[in-house]
């Protein structure tokens, strides 16, 4: 199975980092001059009609060798250009399909930088039992060399992303890894438990809801929250990042101490970051680990438009009009301090290697829906934490009783309607190379 590894590196001298921010400054030129260069053909198609030019991966003619603005770029090898003629086509490739919006360039200066390494650029050798370096050049360029620690061994890969977030460089790839093949397949998974009665389903099944004061509560009754020291520490961090914000208001922008500034805000953004990150993984880990259970539903939640800045609002006078913006604007932190997606996206992959069904259930009117006897209203919900049925008096914790509702809904669906195969959509993929030693 092909799955992605990511590590921080650490650049071996002054030179190896040096090589990575020209390189990637190369690389985003090309890219940026092909996409400005296919914004001018589209304006000048939409004026004036005509035949619109392939998307090629031609270059040679943005750049002037002869030109002292470009003598930076004389140590740069050719595949870096090359690369980044290939990710502009790759842009659009998933631009028609559907999968991102239209390409625009993309800033360099001040910016976290990227650079796209293919195999004639890179060889990866282990020199210890974790540790690994990554050496970068051509055999007449010479590159730089990275260091970086790998929890477990892998084949090298066909290619390589190097990344800046700050202060910091990452190493992201693709690899194939060998795990413990679940002995059914998913067809095979389904077929199977579609013989089973509505009970027998809800037996080995659990209920996802997700709140504000609760990120996950399951209708087995289990909860999972930050823990108190989490809390406490991303509120310090907070409050942290707010001071240094003001330092960077108070300083002129450009300058060496606003500079400083600005990288221990971007720490304290970071700590935050790894803590969501870390409770994503701990929790979809203590989800799917659950050897008694074979379904789980979770809410079909549109975060991001549930996350979207309210739009303002005007009266006839041109005035605006309160639109509850500052309410809105905390409500959204609170929404994305929780790590909804995030962790939903671990459950889905944790789940697919564990041979586990994932059921998404239509999010409106869970909270107000009784489970004992179905009785929908909107009295039913007293308070945040209080759920109490009008109809039959059933009373209990409001998000555990939404929990269960979803794990209803989660087998009525799969009992009525089934599980139908999600649509893949293809992009445009390196060929694979042969692969390479085992590191």
Known sequence: MITGRKYRVKALGKESREMFFTWSAAQMLIYNALVQERMYFLG??????????????????????????????????????????????KAWSNYFAGITRQPIPKRVKGA????????????????????????????????????????????????????????????????????????????????????????????????????????????????????????????ASERRKKHYQRMMARRIKGSSNWKKAKEKARRCSRYAAYVRRDFAHKTSHAIVGNESVEIIGIEDLKIKSMTARPEPKKFEDEEFLPNGANAKASLNKAILEKAWGLTERFIEYKAQRAGKLIIKVPAPYTSQTCSRCGCQAKTNRKSQALFRCTHCGFTQNADRNAAEVIKAKAVELFHSEGIKPKEVRRTMRLRHKPACASA
């Not at 005509?50 to 998307?55: E, F, R």
């Not at 031609?58 to 140590?75: F, P, Q, V």
């Not at 998974?189 to 080995?204: F, H, P, T, V, W």
């Not at 659990?206 to 020291?229: A, E, H, K, M, N």
Request: with cysteine; charged share 25%.
């Open 44 to 89: 000048f198609f939409r004026k004036f009609g005509g035949k619109l030019p392939p998307i090629d991966q031609k270059y040679s003619h943005l750049i002037n060798r002869e030109d002292g603005a470009y003598a930076w770029m004389h140590k740069v090898p050719s595949q870096i250009f090359r690369n980044g003629a290939v990710l502009h086509k």
């Open 112 to 235: 976290d930088r990227s650079l796209w390494l293919t195999q004639e650029l890179f060889s990866i050798k282990q020199v210890s039992k974790n540790w690994y370096e990554l050496s970068v050049g051509t055999k007449t360029i010479s590159g730089g060399r990275f260091l970086f620690k790998a929890h477990r061994p892998f084949t090298e890969p066909v290619s390589v992303h190097l990344k800046s977030s700050g202060t910091e460089i990452f190493i992201s790839f693709s690899c194939e890894e060998e795990f413990q093949q679940y002995p059914e397949t998913k067809a095979e998974k389904i077929a199977r438990l579609s013989q089973y009665g509505k009970d027998e389903l809800l037996n080995i099944s659990v209920g996802i809801d997700r709140g504000v004061v609760t990120p996950f509560q399951l209708s087995d009754g289990r909860r999972f929250d930050y823990s108190q020291t989490q809390k406490d520490r991303l509120k």
